[in-house]
T-cell receptor
Framework: GNSVTQMEGPVTLSEEAFLTINCTYTATGYPSLFWYVQYPGEGLQLLLKATKADDKGSNKGFEATYRKETTSFHLEKGSVQVSDSAVYFCALDTDKLIFGTGTRLQVFP | DTAVSQTPKYLVTQMGNDKSIKCEQNLGHDTMYWYKQDSKKFLKIMFSYNNKELIINETVPNRFSPKSPDKAHLNLHINSLELGDSAVYFC?????????????FGQGTRLTVV
């Protein structure tokens, strides 16, 4: 069946550090891929998405590229801020959204 | 002007009780969902409705029954609550059920069964 695997957290970084959160997927067909973010006490919000191979999604300095050959959609940001501290979920969508287990990011000043 | 609103935000109840969580979206979306997030933050779809019709029903106990009176509302009723039902329940909506459509989430209902 379809599934998403994310790196386990927490990921702890200092402000302005480079961020990578790995995400790989297993799917039949051609899923759309997403990154959602959950700030403390809130629901999930879409961060970025890509709907076909080689597409790059980007938002708020975050980027992820849909790599069909490696079935990956790794999230990157060049310089994280304290306000980026949250839980990040990778997800795929064929007929329903399937989420990874989430990766907690903690950024310290 | 909350896009997807759930009530209540917190719910503490005893085992064996019956409770409901309400969800409303004002985005004009056709599709609505219920997700369960456990204590480890794992998020799993429970149900999906498209234009008031059930389209996804994951392996959820029969004690959980969704009701969609119109396409802007999707309520979740839970009978005979058990300790294992404690979780955060999220309602969400999307413009359609097609792949690639963004889902908008409510703030969640934290259910604690004691």
């Amino acid at each position: 069946g379809n599934s998403v695997t994310q790196m386990e957290g927490p990921v702890t970084l200092s402000e302005e550090a480079f961020l990578t959160i790995n995400c790989t997927y297993t799917a039949t067909g051609y899923p759309s891929l997403f990154w959602y973010v959950q700030y403390p006490g809130e629901g999930l919000q879409l961060l970025l998405k890509a709907t076909k191979a080689d597409d790059k999604g980007s938002n708020k300095g975050f980027e992820a590229t849909y790599r069909k050959e490696t079935t990956s959609f790794h999230l990157e940001k060049g310089s994280v801020q304290v306000s980026d501290s949250a839980v990040y979920f990778c997800a795929l969508d064929t007929d329903k959204l399937i989420f990874g287990t989430g990766t907690r990011l903690q950024v310290f000043p | 002007d909350t896009a997807v609103s759930q009530t209540p935000k917190y719910l503490v109840t005893q085992m064996g009780n019956d409770k409901s969580i309400k969800c409303e979206q004002n985005l004009g979306h056709d599709t609505m969902y219920w997700y369960k997030q456990d204590s480890k933050k794992f998020l799993k779809i429970m149900f999906s409705y498209n234009n008031k019709e059930l389209i996804i029903n994951e392996t959820v106990p029969n004690r959980f029954s969704p009701k969609s009176p119109d396409k802007a509302h999707l309520n979740l009723h839970i009978n005979s609550l058990e300790l294992g039902d404690s979780a955060v329940y999220f309602c969400a909506s999307s413009q359609s059920s097609y792949s690639g459509t963004e889902a908008f989430f409510g703030q969640g209902t934290r259910l604690t069964v004691v």
